[in-house]
T-cell receptor
Framework: DAGVIQSPRHEVTEMGQEVTLRCKPI?????LFWYRQTMMRGLELLIY????????DSGMPEDRFSAKMPNASFSTLKIQPSEPRDSAVYFC??????????????FGEGSRLTVL | AQSVAQPEDQVNVAEGNPLTVKCTYS??????LFWYVQYPNRGLQFLLK??????LVKGSYGFEAEFNKSQTSFHLKKPSALVSDSALYFC??????????FGQGTELSVKP
């Protein structure tokens, strides 16, 4: 299996521009999570989906952030307009519910976003 | 609310010596606890988990963790550290709905 695939790996953009991050979860997994990692705030859960339905988006910082999962094999995280404080590494992770789980999360390699 | 704390930002160990990375938790109900490792410029990788049963949990790469209910701790251990173990280690607890809540991370540095 190819694992969780994220694109782009690196994105540099200017303040005010729209940013779209993409994620392809592991085939068959039914949970998908978006995390953000910064030095100051550590790992923050932004939003997660179960069977393509958003379950908890309480971690989304503000209305500039939105996430979609149109099907089981694709999710996007969009920031519009972007701001310098959005600079971070964004991780997508997927998991499969087994015996009361989900338990183990499989992370992608991350998308490093720099907003100038 | 579920939470974990990692009291040490950094742990330094000599190669061949035992290592311990500390984690304490705060949960209501039964704790489901995890350790993940992150190598530079990579995503997190699962090491081990505690759900129920034996207090000593064995995981990947020779790591193990000891669950201690009375001390509300879940410390990560390895009998003999390798230079290649140098990485960022995260403790996590399962929250409501299955989401994982991570600690701030501990940077482990193993010197030759």
């Amino acid at each position: 299996d190819a694992g969780v695939i994220q694109s782009p790996r690196h994105e540099v953009t200017e303040m005010g521009q729209e940013v779209t991050l993409r994620c392809k979860p592991i085939s068959g997994h039914d949970y998908l999570f978006w995390y953000r990692q910064t030095m100051m705030r550590g790992l923050e859960l932004l939003i997660y989906f179960n069977n393509n339905v958003p379950i908890d988006d309480s971690g989304m910082p503000e209305d500039r952030f939105s996430a979609k999962m149109p099907n089981a094999s694709f999710s996007t995280l969009k920031i519009q307009p972007s701001e310098p404080r959005d600079s971070a590494v964004y991780f997508c992770a997927s998991s499969l519910v087994v015996s009361g789980g989900p338990w183990e999360l499989f992370f992608g390699e991350g998308s490093r976003l720099t907003v100038l | 609310a579920q939470s974990v704390a990692q009291p040490e930002d950094q742990v330094n160990v000599a190669e061949g010596n035992p290592l311990t990375v500390k984690c304490t938790y705060s949960v209501s109900g039964n704790p489901y606890l995890f350790w993940y490792v992150q190598y530079p410029n990579r995503g997190l990788q699962f090491l081990l988990k505690y759900i129920t049963g034996d207090n000593l949990v064995k995981g990947s790469y020779g790591f193990e963790a000891e669950f201690n209910k009375s001390q509300t701790s879940f410390h990560l251990k390895k009998p003999s550290a390798l230079v290649s173990d140098s990485a960022l280690y995260f403790c996590a607890v399962r929250g409501q709905g299955g989401k994982l809540i991570f600690g701030q991370g501990t940077e482990l540095s193993v010197k030759p």
